[in-house]
């Protein structure tokens, strides 16, 4: 195999010349740079990462450790996790917690011990095994999707990148109350999670903003799963006075709900309408199309890439929370007239929380009355 020492001869170059060109620590004189390239390629030189990781002690790499990474929320997100940190010069290790709180622990310690610079995690219901690592060995990292607060308050002790989770939820109630809907019903995902807490806070304030009470037999939880959400969906259809609207809280209760109105026999949105959070690539495929909030996946994804980055450039800075606006995707399901895709609430620039900073929904976008747009 080819060395440096053999690319600095080829280039005419010094072997520190070589270095700073493949590792981009100098600047140099771009007829330079394009003979070093040259050598490279003709000799087919491959950089010994490992070796340059144990003089530099860096190894360009993130740890990743998110659950479910065959939803495909998550997905989306691992591609703008891989796209941006492949353009920084960063691969990735991934692993999946499994939403459980001691095996998180373990699979970061995993990654931390294999010499990632830093980390992003989707924390589980329950982190404080997770937190109490992250703090004891210092270790850089940015959560994902989901926030944590400091148990002693303070605001947060990591950064943190995630969408909007309440607001979004109460423009799909408000507009579902805007059809004339009365009994709306919410498939919430798993207790414990910020996720599953704030978008059951946007529900209560959709119905609020509505002029609804909130009817706490409406509101049951599918645990951010398919088949829970089919026994929960369930039991909101067997109530002597069921719902005649759903909001489902992501896309694999979304499916599982489907499934128990199969199984009562029931058609969306003639029988119960329908909105879901999480949009997915095949939810236009539905008869009836799917009304749906969609996260901005891959931005989230690149923007933690980003924020890690600047937590590696700057460990004392005061840790932020980045906050991504969802956009409304109205279709069918709702009850709504076929028409195109409209996406009725347009992109934003995300919002940075201060520490101890309390996070300020934006206020519901109400539909006029009788308006079903």
């Given at each position: 195999?080819?060395?440096?020492?053999?690319v600095a001869r080829s280039a005419g170059v010094s072997v520190a010349t070589?270095?700073?060109?493949?590792?981009?620590?100098?600047?140099?004189?771009?007829?330079?740079?394009?003979?070093?390239?040259?050598?490279?390629?003709?000799?087919?030189?491959?950089?010994?990462?490992?070796?340059?990781?144990?003089?530099?002690?860096?190894?360009?790499?993130?740890?990743?450790?998110?659950?479910?990474?065959?939803?495909?929320?998550?997905?989306?997100?691992?591609?703008?996790?891989?796209?941006?940190?492949?353009?920084?010069?960063?691969?990735?290790?991934?692993?999946?917690?499994?939403?459980?709180?001691?095996?998180?622990?373990?699979?970061?310690?995993?990654?931390?011990?294999?010499?990632?610079?830093?980390?992003?995690?989707?924390?589980?219901?329950?982190?404080?095994?997770?937190?109490?690592?992250?703090?004891?060995?210092?270790?850089?990292?940015?959560?994902?999707?989901?926030?944590?607060?400091?148990?002693?308050?303070?605001?947060?002790?990591?950064?943190?990148?995630?969408?909007?989770?309440?607001?979004?939820?109460?423009?799909?109630?408000?507009?579902?109350?805007?059809?004339?809907?009365?009994?709306?019903?919410?498939?919430?995902?798993?207790?414990?999670?910020?996720?599953?807490?704030?978008?059951?806070?946007?529900?209560?304030?959709?119905?609020?903003?509505?002029?609804?009470?909130?009817?706490?037999?409406?509101?049951v939880h599918g645990d951010s799963e398919s088949a829970g959400a089919e026994?929960?969906?369930?039991?909101?259809?067997?109530?002597?006075?069921?719902?005649?609207?759903?909001?489902?809280?992501?896309?694999?209760?979304?499916?599982?709900?489907?499934?128990?109105?199969?199984?009562?026999?029931?058609?969306?949105?003639?029988?119960?309408?329908?909105?879901?959070?999480?949009?997915?690539?095949?939810?236009?495929?539905?008869?009836?199309?799917?009304?749906?909030?969609?996260?901005?996946?891959?931005?989230?994804g690149a923007r933690a890439v980003q924020v890690l980055l600047d937590r590696?450039?700057?460990?004392?800075?005061?840790?932020?929370?980045?906050?991504?606006?969802?956009?409304?995707?109205?279709?069918?399901?709702?009850?709504?007239?076929?028409?195109?895709?409209?996406?009725?609430?347009?992109?934003?620039?995300?919002?940075?929380?201060?520490?101890?900073?309390?996070?300020?929904?934006?206020?519901?976008?109400?539909?006029?009355?009788?308006?079903?747009?």
């Open positions: 195999m080819a060395t440096m020492t053999d070589v270095s700073h060109v493949l590792n981009g620590t100098r600047p140099v004189l771009p007829h330079t740079r394009q003979a070093v390239l040259d050598a490279v390629e003709e000799l087919g030189y491959t950089p010994n990462t490992l070796a340059r990781s144990l003089v530099t002690s860096r190894t360009r790499s993130i740890g990743l450790a998110v659950s479910a990474i065959s939803n495909p929320y998550f997905t989306e997100i691992l591609q703008g996790i891989e796209a941006a940190a492949l353009e920084r010069g960063y691969s990735l290790l991934i692993a999946d917690p499994h939403d459980d709180p001691e095996h998180e622990r373990k699979v970061v310690q995993l990654l931390h011990e294999r010499r990632v610079e830093g980390l992003i995690v989707a924390p589980s219901a329950h982190p404080r095994e997770l937190l109490a690592y992250l703090g004891r060995h210092r270790v850089p990292a940015v959560f994902l999707d989901r926030v944590v607060e400091d148990p002693e308050g303070g605001g947060p002790r990591f950064d943190q990148v995630c969408a909007e989770s309440a607001q979004p939820v109460a423009r799909l109630v408000t507009h579902l109350a805007g059809l004339g809907h009365r009994r709306i019903a919410l498939v919430a995902g798993l207790p414990g999670l910020s996720t599953t807490s704030e978008r059951i806070t946007g529900y209560r304030h959709g119905l609020a903003d509505a002029g609804l009470p909130f009817d706490e037999r409406l509101l026994r929960a969906a369930g039991a909101l259809l067997s109530l002597g006075a069921p719902p005649t609207a759903l909001v489902t809280a992501n896309n694999a209760m979304t499916i599982g709900t489907l499934r128990a109105l199969r199984a009562h026999g029931l058609s969306v949105p003639e029988d119960i309408a329908l909105c879901c959070f999480d949009d997915f690539a095949w939810a236009d495929l539905f008869s009836p199309r799917l009304t749906a909030i969609a996260q901005p996946g891959k931005e989230i590696l450039a700057a460990p004392d800075r005061p840790a932020r929370t980045v906050r991504l606006a969802c956009t409304f995707v109205h279709r069918t399901s709702c009850g709504c007239p076929d028409r195109p895709e409209q996406h009725a609430r347009p992109p934003q620039p995300p919002q940075t929380q201060r520490p101890g900073q309390k996070t300020r929904q934006p206020e519901n976008q109400q539909p006029e009355k009788g308006n079903p747009s």
